[in-house]
Every structure is written in structure tokens, then in C-alpha cells.
């Protein structure tokens, strides 16, 4: 166990609907990072976020949004679905203090989203 | 443009055998940390071993150690006395610098690792 939680753990929405992911970091992380995991894609960079600011951009669509809260939790907002949407999401927690890079990321377990 | 590449999608191993996972990577910056994860069928991510780009030796953790060859910019991935529940799908990231105070990790593609009884 990573310390990092998820829910859901499995959605199953339809396209054009919008969903909410929600990540909680391990105890003391400041950073959150978010990435998709798709057949197509593979594992892709969408956004980290350290103290409740946005750090860093990869690969996230316009139609993705992301936000950290006060209390540290994360949300990625996923809206107009799409069937290419379809993967698993994962968000990783790390202490995170600027100018580190071996700072480890611990993963949490992945939401699985289903596009119908 | 940053880049990581594995190219051995899948590799057989026998019991109790060394093997050695392919990585190669492609950045313009000097500052960077190379890591290696590993995805067991189950789906979680397990973190494994970590490099830096200014480290002077290679990094070990266990039975896993990283040859790192910079001038080569080759991270490869050692697993020694390969056990059967190293089976899994093993991800090479490179982690850089990406603006205002964060980090971009980029994935390669992944190599899947069967190990033989």
C-alpha cells in the first residue's frame, strides 16, 4: 500500500458526460501528479500540482482539468468524454520540495475509466 | 524534444537468471533523474530504482541495479536471480525540470518480462 488513495476505483460513464477523479496523497506529500494509462498512448504526463498551485503541464487535453485543494486532495475533471478517453488514471503523491527530482513517486491504485 | 525508448517489448527469462532491460533516452537538459517502475498484472505502479544525472555510480537497490551510461544515454535496468513474481511490465521514466518549479516524468513504452520456471 502506497499511502495514496483513489476513488474510484472503476467508472463506467457515457461519451459526453463528465466525470471527477479524486486523489489523496500520502501523509506529508505536497505534489500530486496525474497520468493516463491507455492501450494506445501508454503512460502519459498530464499535470502536477504542488501545494495547491499547477507546476507543471504535459500532455492534458483541454477538455481535462485539474485542481489541489487546501487539504491537499487532488480532482481531475474529465468532461466531454470521448471513447479514446477510456484508460486507467493514476495520480502520485511526493514530498515534492522544488529542485529535487529524486524526489520517489508513490503511485496510488488507478481509477479505471470505461467510455461507452 | 525529450524522449525514452525501450525496445525489447518482451523478454524471457529463466528462473534464477540475470536479465537486463533496454532503456534510452534523449534530453537537452543536464539536470534530469532517470527511474525504473514496475507494473505487476494487478495494475499498481512500483517504483524500483532511481538515478541521477550527476551521480558518479550506479545505483542499486537490491537485486535490481541501473547501468548508467550518460555519454551512451542508456539507463539500463539489471535484474539479478530473477524470481517468478518478477514477471510484470517494467516502465524506464526520465524526470526533468518542466517549468515554474515542477517536474514532467515522460514514459517509454514498456518491456513485458516473463520469467520461466
Known amino acids: 500500500d502506497s499511502g495514496v488513495t483513489q476513488t474510484p476505483k472503476h467508472l463506467i460513464t457515457a461519451t459526453g458526460q463528465r466525470v471527477t477523479l479524486r486523489c489523496s496523497p500520502r501523509?506529508?506529500?505536497?505534489?500530486v501528479y496525474w497520468y493516463q494509462q491507455s492501450l494506445d498512448q501508454g503512460l502519459q504526463f498530464l499535470i502536477q500540482y504542488y501545494n495547491g498551485e499547477e507546476r507543471a503541464k504535459g500532455n492534458i487535453l483541454e477538455r481535462f482539468s485539474a485542481q489541489q485543494f487546501p487539504d491537499l486532495h487532488s480532482e481531475l475533471n474529465l468532461s466531454s468524454l470521448e471513447l479514446g478517453d477510456s484508460a486507467l488514471y493514476f495520480c502520485?503523491?511526493?514530498?515534492?520540495?522544488?529542485?529535487?527530482?529524486?524526489?520517489?513517486?508513490?503511485f496510488g491504485p488507478g481509477t479505471r475509466l470505461t467510455v461507452l | 524534444a525529450q524522449k525514452i525508448t525501450q525496445t525489447q517489448p518482451g523478454m524471457f527469462v529463466q528462473e534464477k537468471e540475470a536479465v537486463t532491460l533496454d532503456c534510452t533516452y534523449d534530453t537537452s537538459d543536464p539536470s534530469y533523474g532517470l527511474f525504473w517502475y514496475k507494473q505487476p498484472s494487478s495494475g499498481e505502479m512500483i517504483f524500483l530504482i532511481y538515478?541521477?544525472?550527476?551521480?558518479?555510480q550506479n545505483a542499486t537497490e537490491g537485486r535490481y541495479s541501473l547501468n548508467f551510461q550518460k555519454a551512451r544515454k542508456s539507463a539500463n535496468l539489471v535484474i539479478s536471480a530473477s524470481q517468478l513474481g518478477d514477471s510484470a511490465m517494467y516502465f524506464c521514466?526520465?524526470?526533468?525540470?518542466?517549468?515554474?518549479?515542477?517536474?514532467?516524468?515522460?514514459f517509454g513504452a514498456g518491456t513485458r518480462l516473463f520469467v520461466k520456471a
Open positions: 538515478q541521477g544525472s550527476y551521480d558518479q
Open positions: 502520485a503523491s511526493s514530498v515534492g520540495t522544488s529542485g529535487s527530482l529524486d524526489n520517489e513517486q508513490f
Open positions: 501523509s506529508g506529500d505536497l505534489s
Open positions: 521514466a526520465m524526470r526533468e525540470a518542466g517549468g515554474t518549479g515542477g517536474f514532467k516524468t515522460i
